[in-house]
């Protein structure tokens, strides 16, 4: 049970200040939280794009677009970083923009905010 308690413990941690600035580490372990919480909730662990098609096609879920923009974002600052296609320039900015996207999703979206607070006892509305 204590690994449990340290996994809590550690996701609490993401939400304090130095945690939330838009760093290329922060933007990424956040998204990647945003990930994990929409692959569990459609039960597909394939990829983060199979989970959303099926939350969309379920309908239960109509505030997705942030989180499908998220995604393409992630993945661009992912895929093309090492491959010099993006400049200093592209990645400030693509970081920026998921930082500004995270925000709208933590304060917006009813599925990710009731997943931190159920689950962490996490109000994301303050990231």
């Known amino acids: 049970m204590k690994k449990m308690h340290e996994h809590i413990g550690w996701i609490k941690q993401q939400f304090k200040l130095q945690n939330t600035t838009p760093s290329y580490r922060n ?57 010099d296609e993006l400049n200093e320039k592209q990645i400030n900015q693509t970081r920026d923009k998921i930082h500004v996207l995270l925000k709208e999703i933590y304060s917006k979206n009813p599925l990710i905010r009731k997943y931190f607070k159920d689950e962490y006892n996490v109000d994301t509305k303050d990231f």
């Open 27 to 83: 933007v990424l372990v956040h998204a990647g939280l945003i990930e994990n919480i929409i692959e569990k909730e459609a039960r597909c662990l394939k990829s983060f794009s199979t989970a959303l098609k099926i939350l969309r096609f379920s309908g239960q879920y109509i505030e997705l677009d942030k989180v499908e923009d998220l995604r393409k974002l992630r993945n661009r600052i992912v895929h093309k970083i090492g491959h």
